[in-house]
């Protein structure tokens, strides 16, 4: 690294700005202003090739969930690098860790999930969850049963099919995207989405009647599957109202429609339960996991079926022959290493129980500092994931405008106080690392804190806001 920066006797961010197409990135402001390279991290802070330090209260993208700078991760991932550092799945072939991993996930998710196909990335799992759903209708005599449901601001990833399923305008426009068959409904924002005095458990009901409208209007025999994430991330960080997964997983179930729980955000302990299937009692046909599954020191991720799928996939065995389907580095030896090690660290720090209790302390801490602040719309989240929504106009509910871009602005703000969020059209969303202890909660709250009092005198000084 050293002897290409002398030879091209340019800066890193120069280098940078030269040769790399950073995603969700704007072109044209990166090109202006660089970016922020992170070398090296710890707990719940990173720091930076020029020596600044932040505390990150993303975790990364939502994923560092076991902290930055784990010494047994380096060991685990190393020694397993030792033994072999790749060998893959096809064709009966196996190694170790996946094996053991898959045994381990098995453990920890509801009893009737059955075997674990090993991908990637979020979107990889989502993709086979996809297949595998369009597979067990085409075992199963019903090759119509192919459309997929998915709700407006979910986020489920960006391949083709994933970003299909996606339902934020950004990742469809640019794209041609969805694909036909892909449809989506209202999301489970009550916030925005209820009408005036409609308690959460009516928005729910009505919810669920409008998904049941969709399927009877395509026909239930056209519908193949539904993909939630327990609490929207990406959306804005949006916990689903009260009684709202009942009411939905009734439609499905007397629909024949498969439930993919997306639980690349939500499970490993984010929400305070090992899974959001577990806090919000679901009964997921598919599990999608990722992110904390490694807590990202190695990408993979994993689609996990139930015993329902996988006995139509065995039954069908013999006629179709192998399973079509698989990705190269699927189940990576030095993955699954990782990934073992996580869960171990997990249970041995008892991570999930810390996040549930640590998780309300944040969020108590968060309502009490800025839920009476007048741009802020509302504070919502469960465990150690939460969202601050800022509005134009808290009394009328009136949103920001776009235009007015306040999610460039506050997420520089927050940089400048050196604290790394991610700013979600106009909500700042929180997903740290679940080792973040008190102080570092009240020093995320200061910073944070701060930011918004400049937010606030910027935009009146600007002529954007006044306070009612
Ligand atoms: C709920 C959810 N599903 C899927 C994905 C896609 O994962 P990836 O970026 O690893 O493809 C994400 C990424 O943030 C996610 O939050």
Same mark, same amino acid.
Request: hydrophobic share 40%.
């Given at each position: 690294?050293?002897?290409?920066?002398?030879?091209?006797?340019?800066?890193?961010?120069?280098?940078?700005?030269?040769?790399?197409?950073?995603?969700?990135?704007?072109?044209?402001?990166?090109?202006?202003?660089?970016?922020?390279?992170?070398?090296?991290?710890?707990?719940?802070?990173?720091?930076?090739?020029?020596?600044?330090?932040?505390?990150?209260?993303?975790?990364?993208?939502?994923?560092?969930?076991?902290?930055?700078?784990?010494?047994?991760?380096?060991?685990?991932?190393?020694?397993?690098?030792?033994?072999?550092?790749?060998?893959?799945?096809?064709?009966?072939?196996?190694?170790?860790?996946?094996?053991?991993?898959?045994?381990?996930?098995?453990?920890?998710?509801?009893?009737?999930?059955?075997?674990?196909?090993?991908?990637?990335?979020?979107?990889?799992?989502?993709?086979?969850?996809?297949?595998?759903?369009?597979?067990?209708?085409?075992?199963?005599?019903?090759?119509?049963?192919?459309?997929?449901?998915?709700?407006?601001?979910?986020?489920?990833?960006?391949?083709?099919?994933?970003?299909?399923?996606?339902?934020?305008?950004?990742?469809?426009?640019?794209?041609?995207?969805?694909?036909?068959?892909?449809?989506?409904?209202?999301?489970?924002?009550?916030?925005?989405?209820?009408?005036?005095?409609?308690?959460?458990?009516?928005?729910?009901?009505?919810?669920?009647?409008?998904?049941?409208?969709?399927?009877?209007?395509?026909?239930?025999?056209?519908?193949?599957?539904?993909?939630?994430?327990?609490?929207?991330?990406?959306?804005?960080?949006?916990?689903?109202?009260?009684?709202?997964?009942?009411?939905?997983?009734?439609?499905?179930?007397?629909?024949?429609?498969?439930?993919?729980?997306?639980?690349?955000?939500?499970?490993?302990?984010?929400?305070?339960?090992?899974?959001?299937?577990? +806090?919000?009692?679901?009964? *997921? #046909?598919?599990?999608?996991? $990722?992110? =904390?599954? !490694?807590?990202?020191?190695? %990408?993979?991720? &994993?689609?996990?079926?139930?015993?329902?799928?996988?006995?139509? +996939?065995?039954?069908?065995? *013999? #006629?179709?022959?192998?399973? $079509?389907? =698989?990705? !190269?580095?699927?189940?990576? %030896?030095?993955? &699954?290493?990782?990934?073992?090690?996580?869960?171990?660290?997990?249970?041995?720090?008892?991570?999930? #129980?810390?996040?549930?209790?640590?998780? =309300?302390?944040?969020?108590?801490?968060?309502?009490?500092?800025?839920?009476?602040?007048?741009?802020?719309?509302?504070?919502?989240?469960?465990?150690?994931?939460?969202?601050?929504?800022?509005?134009?106009?808290?009394?009328?509910?009136?949103?920001?405008?776009?235009?007015?871009?306040?999610?460039?602005?506050?997420?520089?703000?927050?940089?400048?106080?050196?604290?790394?969020?991610?700013?979600?059209?106009?909500?700042?969303?929180?997903?740290?690392?679940?080792?973040?202890?008190?102080?570092?909660?009240?020093?995320?709250?200061?910073?944070?804190?701060?930011?918004?009092?400049?937010?606030?005198?910027?935009?009146?000084?600007?002529?954007?806001?006044?306070?009612?």
């Amino acid at each position: 690294m050293t002897s290409i920066d002398n030879s091209r006797n340019i800066s890193l961010e120069e280098m940078d700005k030269q040769s790399l197409l950073h995603p969700y990135t704007s072109i044209v402001d990166h090109l202006d202003q660089g970016p922020v390279v992170i070398t090296k991290g710890h707990g719940a802070r990173v720091t930076d090739n020029r020596g600044r330090d932040y505390l990150d209260a993303m975790g990364g993208l939502w994923c560092v969930n076991i902290g930055y700078g784990r010494q047994e991760m380096v060991d685990a991932i190393t020694a397993q690098a030792k033994e072999i550092a790749y060998y893959h799945l096809f064709f009966s072939m196996a190694n170790e860790p996946a094996i053991r991993l898959a045994d381990k996930v098995l453990q920890l998710v509801p009893n009737h999930m059955s075997k674990v196909f090993f991908c990637n990335s979020g979107s990889e799992a989502n993709d086979t969850q996809v297949k595998i759903a369009w597979y067990y209708n085409n075992l199963r005599g019903k090759p119509e049963k192919k459309k997929i449901i998915s709700r407006k601001l979910g986020y489920h990833g960006v391949t083709v099919v994933a970003a299909s399923m996606t339902g934020l305008p950004r990742n469809h426009q640019s794209f041609n995207l969805p694909l036909d068959g892909f449809l989506h409904v209202s999301p489970p924002h009550h916030y925005w989405y209820a009408k005036n005095g409609e308690t959460e458990v009516e928005f729910s009901k009505r919810l669920a009647e409008e998904l049941d409208a969709l399927i009877q209007r395509e026909g239930p025999d056209t519908v193949a599957a539904f993909i939630a994430e327990p609490v929207m991330g990406a959306g804005g960080v949006i916990t689903p109202p009260e009684g709202y997964f009942i009411e939905i997983q009734n439609v499905l179930k007397k629909h024949d429609v498969l439930f993919i729980a997306d639980e690349v955000i939500c499970g490993f302990g984010r929400l305070g339960t090992m899974f959001g299937t577990d +806090l919000y009692q679901l009964e *997921p #046909d598919m599990m999608s996991i $990722a992110k =904390g599954l !490694t807590s990202a020191y190695v %990408p993979m991720s &994993a689609a996990i079926i139930s015993e329902k799928i996988w006995n139509v +996939l065995k039954s069908g065995s *013999p #006629d179709t022959g192998p399973f $079509a389907h =698989g990705y !190269t580095y699927g189940g990576h %030896p030095l993955a &699954a290493a990782a990934g073992l090690k996580t869960i171990e660290i997990m249970e041995r720090e008892n991570l999930v #129980d810390k996040a549930h209790k640590i998780g =309300g302390y944040f969020q108590r801490k968060l309502r009490a500092k800025f839920a009476d602040h007048p741009l802020v719309g509302e504070v919502r989240g469960v465990g150690l994931i939460a969202g601050i929504e800022l509005v134009a106009n808290k009394a009328e509910k009136i949103p920001f405008e776009l235009s007015v871009q306040i999610g460039p602005q506050m997420t520089q703000l927050l940089l400048d106080e050196g604290l790394i969020n991610r700013v979600i059209t106009n909500t700042i969303a929180f997903s740290p690392p679940l080792v973040v202890t008190e102080s570092d909660i009240d020093e995320m709250v200061e910073r944070c804190s701060r930011a918004l009092e400049k937010l606030t005198d910027k935009l009146v000084h600007e002529g954007m806001w006044k306070a009612a």
